[in-house]
Nanobody
Framework: LQPVESGGGLVQPGGSLRLSCVFSEITFHNYAIGWFRQVPGKEREGVLCISSSGDITDLVDAEQTRFTISRDNAKNTAYLQMNNLKPEDTAVYSC????????????????WGKGTQVTVSS
């Protein structure tokens, strides 16, 4: 039931990446999906969350426009599009799923992935 993230890698500042998170064995469309990131020595930080109904919650900065979240229920997949990446975006990015379908409890996801490394460096 653990989701699998992919799409991370090394990118130069200003570049873009699209992360994917694939789920199996859950009724994907019923779940809220969140993207998180963590750097060594720091707590995991929520990035974006999308509810089962498609409502999006920005967990970091409501004014930010660099990152977008989307989902494809037919493919049991959620995406995180990251544009204009900065060195401070370097982290392990992981996804989670919440059976309530709501992003209100994003820190208590039912399922977590292992994450994919994103490194922003020149």
């Amino acid at each position: 039931l653990q989701p699998v993230e992919s799409g991370g890698g090394l990118v130069q500042p200003g570049g873009s990446l699209r992360l994917s998170c694939v789920f199996s064995e859950i009724t994907f469309h019923n779940y809220a999906i969140g993207w998180f990131r963590q750097v060594p020595g720091k707590e995991r930080e929520g990035v974006l969350c999308i509810s089962s109904s498609g409502d999006i919650t920005d967990l970091v900065d409501a004014e930010q426009t660099r990152f977008t979240i989307s989902r494809d229920n037919a493919k049991n997949t959620a995406y995180l599009q990251m544009n204009n990446l900065k060195p401070e975006d370097t982290a392990v990015y992981s996804c989670g799923a919440d059976a309530t379908g709501s992003c209100d409890y994003y820190n208590a996801m039912d399922y977590w992935g292992k994450g994919t490394q994103v490194t922003v460096s020149s």
